[in-house]
């Protein structure tokens, strides 16, 4: 089926660093990209859809120029947590569509850690 | 504004059982409908998909239903096993922006 990997899967990082997550779709292309964060026990938020040669959109409440998502193939996405803080600290994970009537599939996720 | 409600937040039962999950959406205009299983730390693995038109999806244990009209889809686990032991999410999306509206999940936990 269609798979989606993301990377790192756990990343540590400083105060005031900037960290960036990529997420590829292997077997398909993926014109459109969905971002998410989840915090502990609680479910998924979409942050950001993800367009490929676009600007991405964001969702209500999400600051743009701090999560910066760039989708220069039809294949890569990336979000990128400028300037991290310790409330930056989350769960972040990738989706994307599958081929019609598939459904969606997701990444394994990034555990991102704020010190 | 879609929102997806599942109840209950956590289930616990001994192994062998069959077990129902809800998933409760306030929007009935909904493209399809998707379960999901997490597990701790992990991303998600998809389960089922039933398009609007359909009203239920089989694969091996696995159940789901549909009912659109009452906003309601539920998850049938058949003969529970410890490997069971995940949080289910399900999954609302909106035909026009492919969105993907999430549950506040239900976390099962099936008892030796």
């Known amino acids: 089926g269609a798979v989606v990997s993301q990377h790192p899967s756990r990343v540590i990082c400083k105060s005031g660093t900037s960290v960036k997550i990529e997420c590829r779709s292997l077997?398909?292309?993926?014109?459109?990209m969905f971002w998410y964060r989840q915090f502990p026990k609680q479910s998924l938020m979409l942050m950001a859809t993800?367009?490929?040669?676009?600007?991405?959109?964001?969702e209500q409440g999400v600051e743009k120029d701090k999560f910066l998502i760039n989708h220069a193939s039809l294949t890569l996405s990336t979000l990128t947590v400028t300037s991290a803080h310790p409330e930056d600290s989350s769960f972040y994970i990738c989706?994307?569509?599958?081929?019609?009537?598939?459904?969606?599939?997701f990444g394994s996720g990034t555990r991102l850690t704020v010190v | 504004k879609q929102e997806v409600t599942q109840i209950p937040a956590a289930l616990s039962v001994p192994e062998g059982e069959n077990l129902v999950l809800n998933c409760s959406f306030t929007d009935s205009a909904i493209y399809n409908l998707q379960w999901f299983r997490q597990d701790p730390g992990k991303g998600l693995t998809s389960l089922l998909l039933?398009?609007?038109?359909?009203r239920e999806q089989t694969s091996g244990r696995l159940n789901a239903s549909l009912d659109k009209s009452s906003g309601r889809s539920t998850l049938y686990i058949a003969a529970s096993q410890p490997g069971d032991s995940a949080t289910y999410l399900c999954a609302a999306s909106e035909g026009g922006n492919e969105k993907l509206t999430f549950g506040t999940g239900t976390r099962l936990t099936i008892i030796p």
């Open positions: 989706s994307a569509r599958v081929p019609p009537g598939e459904g969606y599939t």
């Open positions: 993800s367009n490929e040669g676009s600007k991405a959109t964001y």
């Open positions: 039933i398009q609007s038109s359909q």
């Open positions: 077997d398909f292309q993926a014109t459109t």
